[in-house]
């Protein structure tokens, strides 16, 4: 009983051993290759493998997801006798468990090994500076050589990446020195630039200014020498007017006069009273040093009264044989009325000027005038207002400029 009892678990541990064996499960993502009896057979998929016990063996799992192998840093010699360390990263799959598992023993170590060689062929033809600039390139040409070597293994390169390039202590120094001293560069080119286009906008500016206040000057003169010239021309009409009111007054206190002489009659005596009253008069100007009285006063006055018709106080002028005079004897030459002849004096007030806006100098204004300010500045001006110097038909005669008060003449009675 006991030797069947023993030979039924031996039978039972190789029947559960052997089971074992011939069922295998292979996870998603991964690949195996089968063999019978030491000959490849078949490449076994994701799922559950049924092998014959003792007969099939199925090698190790193959991973067919991509894969990320990073290198540490290796020393590179560039085209200028110059090392560095590059530090790159590649990424790969395996599309054919078959090939890489009889035509590449360690395909990651062939890989590791192939990037390494390939790098420095690479690098080798390239100078530092294309080196630090040329990483793309550096990049792509990886890649080809490495897939083109990678395809007989089953394997399938998709990127080739450079993670770092480390040059000598003594090359970044210098490096830093050139970046610095380029920033400066920069820097110093930016100022210069700066200042060159604020002076250049100052410039501009203060142009700008200066024409608008030369613009602003000369219209300024033009409008001053526009109103000293008109009011030249009106105070001298003005003049010419007030001299000839003036005068015509003055003429008419003269022809007053003299008929108010003539009308009273005056005798000789009250002739040389006026004349004595007259000499202190004369001897108060300031040029009159001296006065010197005549010895033979009483004949002077008695040759006045002669020359006035009077001798011997009897107011004939047949007794000295003198006649009268010819002032004395003058009549006025008016109508007796008390009335001059009346002088047309139309037109006398009248300006002739042209209107500010129609005479030549306003046609050199700039088009600067234009701007607000010069408008609101120019509102106040106006057009000059023209001189009417038409008589007002009132019952006195006087005559007014532009609603100014009445002329004097208009307050005598006797002017026309």
């Known amino acids: 009983m006991d030797a069947i009892l023993f030979a039924f678990l ?38 559950v493998a049924v092998l014959v016990p003792f007969v099939d063996r199925m090698r190790p799992l193959i991973d067919m997801r991509e894969q990320v192998v990073s290198f540490p840093p290796q020393p590179v010699i560039t085209s200028d006798n ?9 990424y790969f799959q395996v599309t054919d468990p078959r090939a890489a598992t009889y035509e590449i023993q360690n395909y990651i170590q062939a890989v590791e090994q192939l990037t390494i060689t390939t790098l420095r062929n690479v690098v080798g033809s ?18 080809g050589v490495l897939d083109e070597a990678t395809g007989p293994w089953g394997i399938r390169v998709a990127r080739v990446e450079i993670k770092a390039i480390e040059p000598p202590a003594s090359i970044r120094d210098a490096m830093e020195k050139q970046m610095r001293a380029d920033r400066d ?14 002076a250049i906008k100052t410039a501009e500016g203060q142009k700008a200014a200066q024409i608008l206040a030369a613009e602003g000057a000369k219209t300024a003169a033009i409008l001053s020498a526009e109103a000293e010239r008109q009011s030249r021309i009106l105070r001298a009409e003005g003049d010419r007017a007030a001299r000839y009111l003036t005068a015509q007054g003055q003429a008419k206190a003269i022809e007053t006069t003299f008929n108010a ?24 100007g300031d040029a009159n040093k001296m006065w010197i009285v005549p010895s033979e006063f009483s004949k002077a006055l008695e040759g006045l009264a002669g020359m006035a018709g009077a001798v011997g ?20 030459t008016g109508s007796g009325t008390g009335t001059a ?32 300010q010069s408008v609101l500045a120019h509102q106040g001006l106006g057009a000059p207002a023209a001189i009417d110097a038409a008589p007002l038909a009132d019952a006195t005669g006087a005559t007014s400029i532009n609603g100014a008060e009445p002329d004097y003449r208009s307050s005598h009675p006797d002017n026309a």
């Open 341 to 372: 002849e009346k002088i047309d004096t139309d037109g006398w007030f009248d300006s002739n000027l042209p209107p500010a806006a129609l005479q030549p100098e306003a046609a050199n204004l700039r088009a600067s005038d234009d701007d607000p």
């Open 82 to 90: 110059l090392t560095v360390g590059i530090d790159s990263v590649i």
């Open 261 to 284: 002489i003539h009308a009273a009659k005056p005798d000789p005596a009250l002739l040389a009273y006026q004349y004595l009253q007259t000499l202190p008069q004369i001897a108060q």
């Open 185 to 198: 560069k920069r820097a110093i080119i930016l100022s210069a630039e700066g200042q060159r286009e604020s």
């Open 313 to 332: 106080g009897s107011g004939s002028g047949s007794e000295s044989g003198g006649s009268t005079p010819s002032w004395l004897a003058a009549t006025s």
């Open 10 to 47: 031996i039978i039972a541990v190789l029947a559960v051993v052997t089971l074992l064996r011939s069922v295998r499960i292979v996870p998603q993502a991964r690949a195996a290759v089968v063999e019978r009896l030491g000959r490849y057979t078949r490449t076994q998929g994701p799922g």
């Open 126 to 143: 390239l100078n530092l500076e294309q080196t630090l600039t040329s990483r793309d390139g550096i990049n792509t040409q990886l890649r």
